[in-house]
């Protein structure tokens, strides 16, 4: 037995690296310890290995992949342009299927069925508010302690999902709402409509669609993920813009292309909000801002800058607000969020946001424009209570009401 799972790492993909190692200075992993199976080339080596016989899909096996953030930092220094997330992902839906975990129920039951359940989300996610209001949320092993970095969640809890904004004979985008987003992050939602309003748009969110699965996928459940991409593809069909605000997500959905027809359309039409604002702005459908003397320092999520490529249409969104762009750690390291990264490898995950933390401070500047929740989250936890971090449609959205962040 090699793989087990319909989908595995190909051969083709694996056959094209050409063991270079121009990927070994730009991962997180790699550069923390040193050591060659915490590296790219090491976890292909490993995948490889299996994909020829000559080692089992053990429990070293699901060590080495997991040990990887999924931050995709090596495909963009990668010259083979080896497409390393996919492998990645492949690689531990196999090992998830043939390495027994003791939390492997739980954790299913969470990433494959809760998160596209909006009643188990608004169900917890109130509970996760009224804790936050006893002050014990941030200091319980919810997540491995990530919840600490939570915005104030909102009571009663506001949806974005099912809603329909703006003139029915303007351009249709649809809003891409999320599991976690539409929950604990509506604050995006709603300036991310109320810009694409200004843009002449008409958002609406349907009801029906649901999680993008990257959470599930990337943590093994590769068949929770293909069925949320299944009903996102009914949900989202057509020919309009899907606009996301989550980094994680945009970068999930445009790789829907591996679901045929359907989910090529939604990888096609899918933009993160910065490249749709980035040009209405550009055509002069939405205003360039008077300058405000103040600065915002920019943190690249690797979903955006790796995942989709995406780094100049957030600092040209947080420029035409009038801001000043500060850039902290430029082709800097993951800051460690990464999904379910800091309940499996917690030292990692707080060695790097520790790390990005640091830049962050180091620029002494107290705006922090960030265009993934999960990022916002573990900057939220590594910076102090000086720090305002919002997403860069939140602070156009702001400047162009008006308001002062
Ligand atoms: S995805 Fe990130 S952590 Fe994983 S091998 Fe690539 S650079 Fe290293
Ligand atoms: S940069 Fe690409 S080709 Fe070179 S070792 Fe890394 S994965 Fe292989």
Redesign the pocket.
Known sequence: MVWVTDHPPKSVDLDSCVTCGL?LP?????RLTGDETA??RG?LAAITAVAEGRIEVDERFDEITSF???????ETACPSMLP?GEV?EAARAEAVAQVPRSNQAIRRLALGRALRSPLMMRASTIEAAVLQRMDVLGSLPIVGGATAGLRRLPLPLPSARGGAWGPVDAERVILFTGCVADTWFTEIHTATVRVLLAAGYRVEAPVTQTCCGALASHSGFGSDADSMADTNISSMAGDATIVVNVAGCGAHLKAYGRYGDGGEGIAARTKDVTEIVAQAIEEGRLPTLASSGHRVVVQDPCHLEHGQKITREPRLLIEAAGYEVVDADPGGM?CGAAGLYQVDHPDTAGQLGVAKAAKIEATGVRLVASGNAGCEMQLRRYLDDGYEILHPVEIYAKALAGQKT
């Not at 730009?26 to 790699?30: E, G, K, Q």
């Not at 990887?68 to 090596?74: D, E, F, S, V």
């Open positions: 990927c730009v991962c997180p992993t790699f590296s790219p976890r990887c953030l999924q931050c995709r930092a090596c390393y990645i993951c």
